[in-house]
Structure formats: C-alpha cells, structure tokens
C-alpha cells in the first residue's frame, strides 16, 4: 500500500473560470489560509442551465466572479457540501441574485454543537443554513444535459453530502477527500467512526475523477482513499502508543505526534485527535477518567493490543 503522498501543485488565482471539462467549470474563492489552502473551489455544472456546488465564503468578489461566470446562463441549483463558513454562506446571496433553489443535506442541529472543551476552528459553521431542498443519499439533482447525484458522506460535518456527475464519472467531494493535505475530523460535529464508513463508501463507486473543494483534484480517487485509510490507522496507533507510553491528555499526545506541523494547526490536529480517541472509546480500546470541568485523562484498555 502506498503511503499519503500530498500534490500541492496547485497555483490557481482566485476569481478565474478555469474549464475543467466539457460540463465543468470552476472559479477558486479569494479566501486563501490555513485550512482552506489556495481558498475555495466553487463548480459550474452544465451549460445554459447550471448548477454551482459550493457557492463558498460570503464574499463580494467572489459573488462577482460567479455572476460574471455566469452571465447570460440560468442558475437552477445552488449545491452545498457543507455549513462549514467556507462553504455555504454565500449560497443565500447568490440566491437572491439568480432565483436557484438551494440543496444540501441538511442544517447542523444544536445537540451536535456541544462544547468539547477544546478550541473550536476559525473556519466553523454556518448556523444559518437551510437548504430549500433536502437531498438524501442516491437522490438525484438534474438539467439541461446533466445529473448529480447524492453521495452521503457525513464524518467532516454531520451533513456532509458529496455529488456525483453521472455523465462524467466525476465526484465533488467538498473536504470529505482531497489531494492537497488530509480533512480535519472536528468533534462535536465531526466523527470519524463515521468518516472511516464515508471513505469505505467510496470505495464501492465506481468514479474516476475527485473534484474538492480545496486544492488539485484526483485522477486516481480509489488509491488516495486507500492511503486515507491506511493514514487514519497509523495515527490510530499512533495515539495508542502514546497512550501506553503514559501520555494521559491531548495536548500531551499531539506535542509527540505532530511536533513537526504548522503551529496554526494544533488546534485541528488537538480536535481530530480527539476524533480519534472518541472511535476508540466505542471500540472498548481506550478509557476516560474526567479530572474537572476541562480535562480528561484517558489510557488505553487491555483490549488495545
């Protein structure tokens, strides 16, 4: 199996309509950080009438470019991955401006926003999304010489939903997959007993081209979710070892096993660590003892072999 490799060869301005294939255009947000890598990609799908997935952060200029993209075409669908900030805010400003009818999943509900007692993200999430059309798993979207359907693959986010492009054997994965560096796993809305089943999901489809929301796309989609895969088991044992070596919290843990990334990433590395160790608590593999109203020691079970 090879090991994650990541293609950050990616040098997109933002505002530009990039023709990706005959039914595909995109135009890169200007929100450029962190998380976001080069900034958001929305997606043009179809001619004449169109859909966009992932209208993006609330950006003037970046509405400007949408507008300008698609100037003398009607809009029918706005697509959402996700209420993630980056995302989705967008999408009620464009609206407003083309008519489209909004699509996703679904909206985050507040039992799934419960405090961690860690940090939370700068790129958090869109408390305002509601989606018009609530689009379940295999349900299908259409237009003039087009058809997405839904892929559910919640574990980012709860609502998570991918789309599939029939006509071209091509997904939009939003952050569920991408080339450019692995998604954060954000308790409490994100879950990675649910991302692992997300990603065995994929496997079973038969798509030839990734698209994300950030970054390169994917020519070998099945090989970099078995890498997904193999890199989630590694950090798996990773924790673990730290565990049995007598790290007792996360701060600890993420000190020796991200010691060499970007210190603006802790945060994201703490919350998907966090992740990590929830699925292994289900699991019977791992313990936790509340030592007060922020901190949990945890340790790993005689199970965790």
Aim: hydrophobic share 40%.
């Amino acid at each position: 199996m090879a090991p994650l490799s990541f293609d950050r060869n990616f040098d997109v301005p933002p505002g530009k309509v990039m023709t990706l294939s005959p039914l595909v255009r995109r135009v890169i947000a200007d929100n450029p950080g962190p998380f976001t890598f080069k900034g958001t990609a929305s997606f043009i799908v179809g001619r004449g009438e169109v859909a966009i997935i992932d209208p993006g952060p609330d950006s003037g200029a970046h509405l400007a470019a949408l507008l300008a993209a698609v100037q003398r075409e009607s809009v029918s669908h706005i697509l959402v991955t996700h209420s993630h900030l980056d995302h989705s805010p967008l999408a009620h400003r464009l609206q407003r401006t083309t008519g489209a009818a909004i699509v996703g999943y679904g909206s985050v509900s507040p039992s799934e926003l419960s405090d961690t007692g860690l940090p939370r993200l700068d790129a958090s999430i869109d408390r305002d999304f509601a989606p018009d059309i609530k689009l379940a798993h295999g349900q299908l979207i259409a237009g003039k010489g087009w058809s997405l359907e839904g892929v559910f693959t919640p574990g980012h986010m709860s609502n998570h939903m991918s789309y599939a492009l029939k006509e071209e054997k091509t997904l939009f994965c939003g952050d569920h997959v991408m080339a450019w560096a692995t998604s954060v796993i954000a308790p409490p809305d994100g879950n990675m007993g649910e991302y692992l089943a997300s990603l065995r999901l994929l496997l079973q489809r038969e798509d030839e081209l990734y698209h994300p929301a950030h970054g390169p796309p994917s020519t070998e989609p099945k090989s970099l979710v078995r890498a997904y895969l193999v890199h989630r088991k590694m950090r798996e044992e990773a924790i673990l070892a730290r565990l049995r070596a007598g790290d007792r919290t996360i701060e600890e843990i993420v000190k020796a096993n991200y010691a060499d990334i970007d210190p603006r990433l802790h945060i994201a590395a703490g919350l998907s660590t966090l992740a990590h160790i929830e699925h292994l608590i289900e699991r019977g593999l791992v313990r936790q003892e509340p030592q007060g109203a922020s901190i949990t020691h945890y340790f790993a079970t005689q199970f965790a072999t």
